[in-house]
């Protein structure tokens, strides 16, 4: 109830301040929003509002197109750090379009370089390309040295996306070159770490150690500590490259204590996982435990943190939306001074209305703390309604655990379409990241395993999410082979989450199976299925991507087998080779999975189930289960 109250207060006040804001920001002249501008340069939204109130001014004023191409350009920047390319895409276009018209070349090369990384944030990177070379010429004729270096590095960073390492490299260079000509340190640390990424995507471990170190020194020195971090992270992967485990856990504790004052919740997940596998290898398995499970909690935490994001641009993009449609409106009447004097009612009007509102606030929270202090007093009785919510909230997740059992893959459709199998589902929580789903479509079966982002309450959402689009693919689109599905599926987890949820999606298996033919294709991404065909156990092709939004994302491949009587397939996720215990509470690994698969594989299924089941538990003993669970076998 409490939480409730507050959320009204909020809603309130919101209310109030956004009336006052729209009407007062009618009387601001050129030098107020200019001001006001600069103020909120770091604020995307208010940036958007501000500026385009600043263009309305500037367009009916032709003496002041500079500042109308600035504006645009602003306008574009704000907009691209919102999510909404396509008026960040209309802006940076208006800008070309006035810095031509006004034979202003400078801005034209910041419109081109604003266009450029629009379309690398679209991972269009030969147009990206265009527009930097186009920036580039422009700048080189002016003699700015400077910005010719930031256009040289862009393009370098094009090629290396397109895998052309060789001219990556070349750009990189000539960028550096530039730099050490200016005593850019800023900018030779930036030229530094590039070229070693590039080495780094070339596999030359040592040139890429020697670059992240260039650049970490000159960093050492500067007032950017997140940059520091950055590179400190750089140099630990190349320590871990290099098989220096204690020199990489060393660099990325350095990264951690910068990362952590700024809460980047996604580059300290990195660094605990780095850390977690640096101990493994150092076969120091206590410690190892300690950074996995950091790593999930700080992994969940990006998740959330994602969402948060994600929620609060749409809201962001709602009011201003309001907010502008009420500009609009209240302009077209703004042409005499008849009505300058009613808007000056219409503000002292809305601060009348605006401290009534505040009285109202100050009177629910005068109840609010009275209520709290009567409260106070009430412990037994607090105790149970705390229990009561307890309940609830456990009943609520009892609940989306029964919603999530209804979508996952029905017994009656398993013992319909397959001769022999089992299925071994172990959710971390009440309800689960990991997800079996499976279909009949015309005359083949589809069956996936997958691991959602998270585990718990955020990992079944993701799960829903993704059962969704699997289905949406094979019964709405009629996309039917595997590859093509998972294509079907990351394009739609990525229009849906944007470019906050990064590394939101699955990694999993889905199988397509005619028995007729007696023919199996599949797509993988990041986990391999299985195969145990006469005593012999095969590592099925997978892709080394996840689907959804990562660091590779070429097409997924459609793999296809004949599979014969007596032959076996085996799906699953990470969750079960991923569990610390044993005596000395090491990770029990897949070596140990499939060897526990290859050595029950000719028991029935309901036995594999049960050994494997048994082993596990066994295994995990007193420790805490790590991950959820999901192993599917197949016997044909």
């Known amino acids: 109830m409490i939480y409730i109250k507050k959320h009204i207060i909020l809603w309130y006040a919101t209310i109030c301040c956004l009336f006052l804001s729209t009407a007062y920001s009618q009387s601001l002249n050129y030098d107020q929003l200019k001001k006001l501008i600069k103020i909120h340069a770091n604020n995307a939204d208010s940036s958007v509002f501000l500026n385009v109130q600043l263009v309305k001014l500037i367009e009916k004023d032709k003496s002041k197109t500079e500042d109308l191409i600035i504006a645009y350009l602003d306008l574009s920047e704000a907009n691209l750090r919102i999510g909404n390319i396509p008026e960040a895409m209309t802006y940076c276009s208006n800008a070309a379009l006035t810095s031509q018209k006004h034979n202003n070349?400078?801005?034209?090369?910041?419109?081109?370089?604003?266009?450029?990384?629009?379309y690398i944030n679209q991972e269009k990177f030969p147009e990206a390309i265009e527009y930097y070379k186009k920036g580039l010429a422009i700048v080189e004729k002016l003699g700015k040295k400077k910005e010719t270096a930031q256009f040289l590095s862009q393009i370098g960073y094009g090629f290396a996306n397109l895998n052309q390492l060789?001219?990556?490299?070349?750009f990189q260079e000539k960028s550096l070159h530039m730099r050490e000509l200016l005593n850019d340190s800023i900018g030779m640390a930036t030229s530094f770490s590039n070229i070693g990424y590039v080495y780094y995507l070339k596999g030359e471990v040592q040139k890429t150690r020697d670059y992240y170190y260039k650049a970490a020194d000159y960093r050492k020195s500067s007032p950017d500590k997140y940059m520091l971090a950055?590179?400190?992270?750089?140099?630990?992967?190349?320590?871990?490259?290099?098989?220096?485990?204690?020199?990489?856990?060393?660099?990325?504790q350095k990264a951690l204590d910068i990362i952590k004052v700024s809460k980047n919740f996604l580059l300290e997940s990195n660094c605990y996982?780095?850390?977690?596998?640096?101990?493994?290898?150092?076969?120091?398995?206590?410690?190892?435990?300690?950074?996995?499970?950091l790593f999930k909690a700080t992994n969940d935490s990006v998740f959330n943190q994602n969402n948060i994001k994600t929620i609060s641009n749409l809201e962001?993009?709602?009011?201003?939306?309001?907010?502008?449609?009420?500009?609009?409106?209240?302009?077209?009447?703004n042409k005499n001074n008849e009505l300058q004097v009613a808007r000056e009612k219409m503000i002292k009007w809305f601060f009348v209305i605006g401290l009534l509102l505040l009285g109202i606030i100050l009177i629910m929270v005068y109840k609010q703390l009275k209520t709290k202090k009567d409260a106070f007093n009430k412990i037994t009785e607090q105790k149970i309604i705390i229990e009561e919510k307890q309940k609830e909230m456990i009943d609520s997740i009892n609940y989306a655990k029964l919603i999530q059992n209804t979508l996952l893959a029905s017994k009656s459709t398993l013992e319909t379409n397959l001769k022999d199998y089992f299925i071994l589902f172990k959710p971390k929580d009440i309800v689960s990241g990991d997800f079996y789903w499976a279909t009949k479509k015309d005359d083949c079966f589809y069956l996936a395993c997958c691991d959602s982002t998270g585990?718990?309450?955020?990992?079944?959402?993701?799960s829903l999410l993704n059962i969704g689009f699997i289905t949406e693919a094979i019964k709405e689109k009629n996309i039917l082979e595997p590859g093509n599905i998972f294509n079907y599926v990351r394009q739609r987890l990525i229009e849906t989450i944007g470019n906050e949820g990064?590394?939101?999606?699955?990694?999993?298996?889905?199988i397509k199976i005619n028995a007729t033919t007696k023919q199996l294709s599949y797509v993988a991404a990041n986990n391999n299925p299985i195969l145990i065909s006469d005593g012999i156990l095969t590592h099925l092709p997978h892709d080394k991507m996840p689907v959804g939004k990562g660091e590779k994302e070429a097409l997924f491949t459609t793999h296809q087998i004949t599979y014969k009587q007596g032959d076996s397939i085996y799906l699953y996720t990470d969750g079960y080779p991923d569990q610390f215990g044993g005596p000395k509470g090491k990770k029990l690994k897949y070596k140990q999975l499939e060897s526990l698969l290859l050595e029950n594989s000719n028991l029935n299924t309901s036995s594999q189930k049960e050994k494997l089941n048994v082993h596990f538990e066994n295994w995990k003993g007193n420790l805490e289960q790590v991950d959820d669970v999901c192993i599917i076998g197949i016997s044909f």
């Open 316 to 333: 962001n993009k709602y009011l201003l939306s309001s907010k502008q449609n009420e500009i609009d409106l209240l302009s077209e009447k």
């Open 273 to 293: 996982q780095s850390i977690a596998y640096s101990y493994e290898n150092m076969n120091q398995i206590d410690s190892a435990y300690k950074y996995h499970k």
């Open 455 to 462: 585990h718990g309450v955020p990992g079944a959402f993701m």
């Open 105 to 118: 070349s400078y801005l034209l090369s910041r419109s081109y370089y604003s266009k450029a990384r629009l």
């Open 166 to 170: 060789d001219s990556a490299i070349f």
């Open 502 to 510: 990064q590394k939101d999606g699955f990694d999993g298996i889905l």
């Open 230 to 252: 950055s590179s400190f992270i750089d140099c630990a992967s190349a320590e871990q490259e290099s098989g220096n485990p204690l020199k990489c856990i060393e660099l990325m």
